[in-house]
């Protein structure tokens, strides 16, 4: 039955064992976060199968969870190459089997997307529906059992109707009334470690406008019979069977104006049931019957435990969309800030590089005076090195623009031979000077793609000048452009020191390299591949990689294809 709950279940989850944190069972769902095949749970570990950007995090958390007696929680950022998300990941230890290895559980939710968010709501209110026909089977009265079902299913559709704190806490209490209390106390935990109080009464006019007063007057007091610091997790139970004193207790905070409107609803039978998550209690509910309302029952009891379980899920789910929301927000305002700061930065550097090569050149015409060769040489140098430093500071306001969504994209024919032949030309005389073999092969005259033929001449000059740059002399780099399907294509290849595997994907993300090192001669700082690639996409196309260490690598550009290609067209 677990198993078939897991394999249907909407949640990401998976099962370890061992110290080294082998795989021996991962649901769908696992899987389509990330990427895994059908054997993922075959005995691999789990640091081989999961994407490299979140390894170390999820391993550290793993081996936290090994040694600890109860669940261990995270929040972490991972970013696959098409969207950035925050996730929670949650692992605890699971009663060793019969052949003795220590097993953990492990669960993914994800915190950013509000269409997961929802769709986990709909996974609650399902769960909460088989749970109140699983109880109606075993009532013993049918009739009750069916109007009990139908309630409990009343209460899962309209608490996963929100994803509102408040309105949550509202809805629990107000699906209470009047079938269990006159009224009721609602008290939750904050984030910050306050303590909420909401009363509702119903459904007289008259009862609400007094249950609005109580709730102004009377707040949470650690000396409050209902007060959260003395609960703990467990089953509902009846408090007192009545009286302001039974309820209010001895609390310094209930003056003689809130016994006064606690005697004008009338307290009654009580009982108290906790909203209570991973065994953490968020908050309770205290259900209030007339003085002359009947005493509660051990039917009575358990819809209230159904209740609070119902709402406790939905308030736990309400706060971690409300967690996300807030994160985005944060992570929004940083990337804002990041980015104003890079733009404000490489404007201001570019300043005084312009004028570092303005001098050199009025020093080299003579201005200063007479100008030896090995000046000349100097020069020549301080000129390529003060060029390689503006092209990095392009480098960065480009990324700064595209990532901030202001870059603009025209939409245009453009021919891939043309751009090519151009291209070519410009890195003909470093392929020469490294002697190297540079040659266009195979292309098709009458290619033709569709986006922005500047950004598109910008891309291939980066996959061909970092082909030539990681190629050894003597060695050869070939262009190749063919139209396939819907997509024109250009493939660059190269015989250099080729990519690893684990870092094919990463050398596409931002400042990320294969060799990341700010002192060898015109390196980089990571940002051309992932330029790139976000050009590509933002035309509707792709940069992609194939490699093979120490043998070379393939860089493809794919655009779409036109759809009436240069001289095709009537």
């Not at 509660?296 to 899920?313: F, H, V, W």
């Not at 050869?476 to 020191?497: F, H, P, Q, Y």
């Not at 931002?510 to 990341?516: A, E, N, R, Y």
Request: proline content about 4%; glycine content about 8%.
């Amino acid at each position: 039955m677990l198993r078939r709950l897991m394999e249907s279940s909407p949640l990401a989850f998976a099962v370890t064992s061992g110290n080294d944190h082998r795989m021996e069972y991962a649901n769908p769902a696992f899987c389509r976060e990330f990427d895994l095949g059908p054997d993922a749970g075959d005995g691999q570990l789990i640091s081989d199968v999961i994407p490299f950007a979140l390894r170390a995090e999820l391993v550290a958390l793993l081996d936290q969870a090994f040694k600890s007696e109860s669940i261990v929680e995270t929040v972490f950022r991972y970013s696959p190459p098409s969207l950035g998300v925050h996730l929670s990941c949650s692992a605890w230890r699971v009663q060793a089997e019969r052949d003795g290895r220590q097993r953990l559980a492990i669960e993914i939710r994800n915190l950013i997307e509000v269409e997961v968010a929802r769709l986990q709501q709909r996974a609650i209110t399902e769960r909460m529906v088989l749970s109140a026909l699983r109880e109606q089977e075993l009532a013993s009265n049918a009739e009750a059992a069916r109007q009990r079902a139908g309630f409990l299913s009343d209460v899962s559709r309209r608490l996963g109707e929100s994803l509102d704190e408040a309105t949550t806490l509202r809805t629990t209490i107000d699906l209470a009334l009047p079938r269990l209390a006159a009224w009721c106390v609602a008290d939750t935990i904050d984030i910050d470690g306050a303590v909420r109080r909401v009363i509702t009464a119903g459904p007289g006019q008259s009862e609400r406008e007094l249950a609005r007063e109580l709730e102004m007057c009377w707040t949470p007091s650690d000396q409050d019979p209902i007060a959260l610091s003395g609960l703990a997790p467990g089953a509902p139970a009846i408090l007192a069977q009545g009286g302001v004193d039974a309820l209010a207790g001895d609390s310094g905070n209930v003056n003689q104006e809130c016994r006064r409107l606690i005697e004008a609803l009338g307290a009654g039978a009580m009982l108290t049931a906790t909203l209570t998550v991973q065994n953490a209690v968020m908050g309770a509910v205290t259900f209030v019957r007339h003085v002359d309302g009947e005493a509660y029952t051990e039917a009575d009891l358990q819809l209230a435990g159904a209740i609070a379980e119902r709402s406790a899920m939905a308030l736990s789910s309400a706060r971690l969309y409300g967690d996300a929301q807030r994160f985005r927000a944060e992570a929004e305002t940083a990337n804002r800030a990041k980015m104003d700061f890079l733009r404000a930065m490489s404007h201001e550097l570019r300043t005084p590089l312009n004028a570092i090569g303005g001098y050199v050149d009025l020093i080299d015409m003579g201005i200063r005076g007479p100008v030896t060769s090995e000046q000349r040489l100097d020069f020549t140098r301080i000129r390529s090195n003060q060029q390689h430093l503006v092209g990095l500071i392009g480098q960065v306001l480009d990324f700064a623009k595209i990532d901030s969504g202001r870059l603009e994209y025209l939409s245009e024919e453009v021919a891939i031979t043309a751009v090519l032949a151009g291209a070519a030309s410009m890195l003909q005389p470093l392929a020469d000077k490294r002697r190297i073999a540079f040659t266009v092969d195979d292309c098709e005259a009458d290619v033709v793609g569709l986006g922005d033929t500047e950004k598109v001449m910008q891309i291939l000059l980066n996959l061909i000048g970092n082909a030539i740059k990681f190629t050894s002399t003597g060695g050869s780099v070939s262009i190749e452009c063919a139209a396939t399907g819907n997509l024109a294509s250009v493939r660059v290849r190269d015989t250099g020191i080729g990519i690893p595997e684990a870092s094919r994907e990463g050398i596409f993300e931002p400042f990320g390299q294969v060799s990341p090192s700010l002192t060898k001669p015109n390196s980089g700082i990571g940002l051309g591949l992932s330029i790139s690639r976000q050009l590509a996409r933002g035309m509707g196309g792709d940069v992609t990689v194939e490699s093979i260490l120490g043998e070379g690598s393939c860089f493809t550009l794919t655009l779409p294809l036109a759809q009436a290609p240069t001289g095709l067209s009537e």
